[in-house]
């Protein structure tokens, strides 16, 4: 009787623990910046579902990330910088460590929806984690909007019948949810709007379901529907954990990849705003960040704190009870979700150089909230010069800028010898980033995604 006592015990702590385990879902979209959302202060688009999850959450006012989108999946899912681990373009190094091995290793079951773009292997997303896969760019690179062409698991299916590619990924993330409704899990959510080519939605007037190429009905005025659309997705995974009895005990980090299409310019707080994705300047880089939990937050509340897109690895492993690797650059912002103080990063870092093609350039800085630090020395003043015309360095500094030069200066200094020399000569090797995809549709992939 005691050992059944004991053993009984024993389960109903494990249960316990288990079922406190909180369910994780983090939407990444795909070149949408920080002034694209209505509850940030964009007055061009209608965001009402992401503006819900913000108002009963945490809205992130300086979360920052690398200018492309590729340079900011491999930080994400691995929660180090790429001055660590990036060679190039399309590539994440099978040897790299993600959040999905991690979670999966936990006990929890993982999946991954939406654009790959990481490596053309058909078990790439298995390999690092996660146990179901819906991918666009994965083996190949097809049409991903009207009459798309996926991967499920590995496996090519073509649609040819009217189908909208972001739809049936949602379709992927909803019936996902639902099958593991009893157990923790994370899915992984990198969605495939709003990136160009900028095409009519299922929802769009001139939506045409007979095309199936990249190349039509263009044009930069799609993209507040392509939004609009996105907004919806969002909305009906929110809508599916509240019918499935969920919600509460869902963490959902909801984020951007890069800044908004060059070519899109949008009304921000009373002005007009240039998207910048592919500048270091804070149009390419400044990003929305909502985090929307019930059973923790129980009001909405607005935080100006420092965010790296490195820092999303530590707060999911800490948020489910997960041990945080080694060698891992980023800070959890755990503590700010629960309404506790933290600790706040006082600047970033950022190392970025897109390995496209032969270029290997590299751009490499820190910054506060206020000042920014080039590794060749330019300064400048974000709060008076946003786009970084007006370089300080040599000018009479006051106390203030000086102090936090001097700071910006040493964090620079611990990344001084931080870059492996043998990551340049894979990269090298590695063909410079032409595509390395081996199926069927074959393209080079040396353009900016």
């Known amino acids: ?61 300086n979360c920052h990330v690398q200018p492309l989108c590729t340079p900011t999946r491999v930080q994400l899912m691995t929660g180090r910088y790429n001055v660590r681990n990036y060679i190039n373009f399309g590539t994440l190094l099978r040897t790299e460590t993600t959040f999905g091995s991690l979670m999966k290793n936990a006990g929890y079951a993982t999946g991954i929806c939406g654009k790959w773009q990481l490596g053309g292997e058909v078990d790439s997303p298995q390999h690092f984690g996660f146990d179901e896969s819906c991918l666009w760019q994965q083996t190949r690179r ?75 009905q263009q044009s930069p005025k799609h993209f507040a529907e392509m939004t609009a659309y996105m907004d919806r997705l969002v909305g009906s995974v929110v809508t599916k954990l509240d019918e499935l009895g969920i919600r509460d005990n869902t963490l959902l980090l909801f984020l951007g990849d890069n800044g908004t299409n060059a070519s899109i310019t949008s009304r921000f707080k009373g002005a007009d705003y240039k998207g910048g994705k592919g500048s270091t300047t804070s149009h390419g880089t400044h990003v929305p960040l909502i985090a929307s939990w019930p059973a923790v937050m129980k009001q909405g509340r607005v935080s100006a704190d420092l965010v790296s897109s490195t820092d999303f690895l530590p707060t999911i492993c800490v948020a489910a009870g997960v041990k945080v690797p080694e060698g891992t650059d980023g800070v959890s912002f755990l503590p700010q979700l629960k309404d506790e103080p933290g600790t706040p990063r006082e600047w970033l870092y950022t190392w970025y150089s897109p390995r496209q093609s032969q270029d290997m350039t590299v751009r490499e800085y820190t910054f506060d909230q206020r000042f920014k630090l080039y590794r060749t020395g330019q300064f400048y003043d974000l709060s008076t010069d946003e786009m970084e015309k007006q370089d300080i360095a040599a000018t009479t500094l006051s106390n203030e800028a000086a102090a936090a030069k001097a700071k910006l200066q040493t964090a620079l200094d611990h990344f001084k010898d931080a870059r492996p020399v043998k990551l340049d000569e894979e990269f090298q090797a590695s063909g410079k980033g032409k595509d390395k995809t081996t199926k069927k549709g074959k393209k080079k992939q040396n353009k900016a995604e």
């Open 1 to 61: 009787m005691k050992l059944l006592l004991c053993l009984l015990s024993t389960f109903a702590l494990w249960h316990s623990s288990f079922a406190a385990q909180p369910n994780i879902i983090l939407i990444m979209v795909d070149d949408f910046g920080y002034e694209c959302v209505t509850a940030n202060g964009g007055e061009s688009y209608q965001t009402p579902n992401i503006d819900k999850l913000a108002a009963s959450g945490v809205r992130f006012e």
């Open 142 to 216: 097809p049409p991903r909007y009207a009459n798309p062409g996926l991967e499920y698991n590995g496996v090519e299916k073509d649609f040819t019948h009217g189908e909208y590619g972001p739809t049936l990924v949602n379709d992927f993330a909803l019936t996902f949810i639902t099958q593991n409704k009893e157990k923790p899990f994370f899915l992984y959510y990198p969605m495939i709007l709003t990136h160009n080519p900028f095409q009519p939605t299922p929802d769009s007037p001139d939506w045409d379901p007979t095309i199936s190429s990249e190349n039509k």
